[in-house]
RNA sequence: GAUCCCAUAGCUCAGUUGGAUAGAGCAACUGCCUUCUAAGCAGUAGGUCAUUGGUUCGAAUCCAAUUGGGAUCGCCA
């Protein structure tokens, strides 16, 4: 039982004792006493003082010395109003660091046995990756982190939308202008040269259509119209048809999209167990929905289309296979959500995908409901918000995107520029050097991200480069590569079984609770699937230790129980630190 | 038109199941390196928690309305 609970156990008797009131010990409020009291813990007492029929202050009081009575660990309380702060003694907090320091996964729940399928990245094979894949691949990674430490079996998975009209985009403009280039001989990243013609395609399309948009006609329907998308569209026909020729194609320009996807993914350290691809899903879910179809949860249309309705359910209809037959984007949902379910027979699947499909995952829910189909309830949608530019949306098509290798290769050079102004590279070999920019430049970019809340949108300055100073990884880390260095210094075996300790400073047990606020943090952050709450945690934790290193000393006090004392604590707080940043992909640095 | 999300310091964000005087970082200003790494620490200044009403001993937090911003409601993905 946590100190929190036994705390409440006892107001609750206290107040069963006291003024025969019988309350649920889980309503009684526990709180973390705010610093500018004494006290570590606080209950709060206004609930009770009608029973009492007495002021806070006086019921304050009188569970307060029920409660120290009462509770071994407690060593004194002040009352403030109707809060009853609790201290607690050196023996609490000396027992509470010792269980720490001998748990090296501190914070790590014990298995759950409940399974998790986590979809996440999800990008369609056609241009490079941008900076709202970035959020989806640290988010996503970072929940799957998260909920493995809270005793949850994760199963990362990856999809691909790699066919349909925009891949045929890329094949019709490299077909039309490509002459037969390479990414070798285009010196580009595959990713990229397929991008290019994705852009291209477009700049093409907008120049054949320009005349009937000089007739009033909507761009969209005006793009309808042009040889390129004639050409586009016969593509995505042929590839259907399973055309050889055109098979051959998409799946060379899908192999170099891969080959450049997969640099990048190992820059950032993002992975999966298994990745599936649309193309090999679209059937699937076409056959679970003509099945739908013949035993009536879904009906079609003179034309041959078929269709859920969402009417009673307060949404629209929904369209589930076109009229030539074809599949929609929801169609492979329905086909991939089948195979996962079958792959790993989960106890929830996670899709870490944007809130601009808060629609879709609605309706794919709903639609796989009206199949019976099992797997229905284990939906979550965790989706992110969008990634704002100062001009507002990031908008492939028009080019307003903020490319992830470009962001990467800045974020490197920052974290270079700052760290030799600041002359952290001597005694560093190039290699190290290069280490070094690249742990912190990614972590700070990780940090930047996943330290607002994912549900919010966030705002993203190209021209501000992210800060290394203050909230922000690189902050975190410069505490972790201090007690290194300290660690280096010691260099002594610490890890004693007590600490005959007698007299905590203040500030130690500050330390010593913020480390164990831990797996409280984890808890609080699988529960919300929220990476955040670690981010936050783990900038806290930095500073509570950054404070206790400018005003005391770690290793050079007179006495060497002190010292072996709080080399102990900086060792506890450096791998709480390096634990909380690797929940988030980060890693720390030996020195900086 | 309908559904959903958001609004906290100049800027970017925290703020637990409702609890004390609403907190950080950046930017501005002032101190602190002959002692363990100054990417640090301490301090000053900065707030009508969008507005109004309600519930409550107590509201940034819950409810309603209003205002402002955004997303979605494609035979795009």
């Not at 996670?350 to 099992?374: A, R, S, W």
């Not at 480069?465 to 280096?488: M, N």
């Not at 010593?512 to 609080?524: G, K, M």
């Amino acid at each position: 039982m946590t100190i929190e609970q036994t705390l409440q156990e006892l107001t609750a008797q206290a107040v069963k004792t006291l003024y025969n009131l019988t309350i649920d010990p889980h309503t009684v409020t526990v709180n973390d006493t705010p610093k500018n009291f004494v006290g570590s813990y606080t209950v709060v007492v206004f609930p009770y003082t009608k029973a009492a029929a007495k002021n806070p202050e006086q019921v304050g009081k009188e569970i307060g010395q029920y409660l120290t009575d009462n509770l071994v660990f407690a060593q004194d309380f002040n009352v403030v109003k109707g809060f009853v702060n609790i201290e607690l003694t050196n023996a609490y907090w000396l027992q509470t660091f010792t269980h720490i320091i001998h748990h090296e996964n501190y914070g790590q729940a014990p298995a759950s046995g409940k399974k998790i399928a986590l979809e996440y990245i999800g990008p369609n094979t056609n241009k490079p990756l941008h900076l709202g894949h970035i959020r989806n691949m640290f988010v996503g990674h970072a929940v799957a982190a998260i909920l493995q430490a809270n005793g949850h079996e994760v199963h990362k998975v990856n999809i691909y939308n790699d066919k349909g009209i925009n891949i045929s985009k890329s094949m019709a403009a490299w077909v039309h202008a490509g002459n037969g280039a390479t990414p070798q001989s285009a010196g580009l990243k595959g990713d990229h040269f397929v991008g290019y013609y994705y852009v291209l395609y477009n700049k093409i399309a907008t120049q054949q259509a320009a005349p009937y948009r000089e007739q009033g006609m909507e761009p969209l329907e005006a793009e309808k119209l042009t040889p390129i998308y004639a050409l586009a569209q016969q593509f995505t026909q042929e590839w259907e048809q399973g055309k050889p020729s055109v098979r051959q194609l998409w799946q060379t320009m899908n192999g170099w999209v891969y080959e450049g996807f997969a640099e990048t993914f190992n820059m950032l350290g993002i992975s999966y167990e298994k990745a599936y691809y649309e193309s090999e899903c679209y059937e699937l879910g076409k056959k679970l929905v003509l099945e739908g179809l013949a035993n009536g949860a879904f009906f079609a249309k003179p034309d041959g289309s078929v269709w859920a309705d969402f009417t009673n359910e307060g949404l629209d209809q929904k369209v589930l296979i076109r009229n030539d037959g074809t599949s929609v984007y929801i169609t492979q949902d329905i086909g991939v959500a089948d195979l996962r379910y079958h792959d790993f027979t989960p106890d929830q699947l996670i899709y870490v995908v944007g809130d601009e499909q808060i629609y879709h995952f609605k309706v794919l829910k709903l639609t796989l409901q009206k199949l019976g189909k099992p797997y229905a309830n284990l939906i979550y949608h965790l989706y992110y918000g969008m990634v704002d530019l100062p001009e507002g949306k990031m908008k492939s098509r028009e080019g307003k995107v903020v490319d992830a290798d470009d962001l990467i290769a800045e974020m490197l050079q920052t974290a270079e520029e700052q760290t030799r102004e600041l002359g952290k590279t001597e005694g560093m070999n190039p290699h190290q050097a290069q280490q070094l920019y690249k742990i912190l430049g990614l972590g700070a970019l990780k940090y930047f991200i996943l330290k607002v809340n994912a549900q919010k949108r966030l705002l993203f300055n190209p021209r501000e480069s992210i800060d290394l100073q203050g909230h922000t990884a690189p902050f975190i880390q410069y505490s972790y590569a201090r007690i290194r260095s300290i660690l280096r210094k010691f260099n002594q075996n610490f890890l004693l079984p007590n600490y005959p300790i007698n007299h905590l400073h203040p500030q130690e047990i500050d330390l010593i609770t913020e480390i164990s606020r831990f797996r409280q943090a984890i808890h609080t952050a699988a529960e919300t699937y929220d990476p955040s709450v670690i981010a936050n945690y783990a900038f806290t934790l930095a500073k509570s230790f950054n404070k206790l290193y400018a005003d005391l000393s770690v290793l050079n006090n007179p006495d060497e129980q002190t010292n072996t004392f709080r080399v102990a604590l900086a060792y506890t707080t450096a791998r709480t630190l390096k634990n909380a940043l690797h929940l988030l992909g980060i890693d720390v640095p030996e020195r900086m």
